[in-house]
């Protein structure tokens, strides 16, 4: 597999796992995990369809249409919340180490 094939199944698979977490009742909306998974793939699809749809029309797609596809990949992008990762910086210290704690190191 190409090295983007593996990024998009990680990224497929975390995304399935928070569905099947959404789905037993955990709270994933408010981990930090959710967040910065959150964050990776809308950038990971913003830029997709936004820099894709802009350079390369696929057949059978008129050109309108692939730049209304590309701003939305665009829009994508600006959808981003930044507020919980600016908290997840903020307490970084104390969650390393509570990782550190329950590694044993």
Known sequence: MKHYQWYFLILKTIVFLQLVFVTL????AESPVFAIIDTIF???LGLFLGIY???FTPPGLDWEDGIIIS???FLILTEIEFQ???KL?????VLLK???DILGL
Request: proline content about 4%; overall charge positive.
């Open 53 to 55: 749809f802009w350079l």
């Open 89 to 93: 910086y903020e307490t970084r210290d």
């Open 25 to 28: 009742g955990f709270k994933v």
């Open 42 to 44: 809308k950038i990971s």
């Open 84 to 86: 919980p990762l600016i």
């Open 71 to 73: 701003i939305g990949g």
């Open 98 to 100: 509570k990782v550190k």
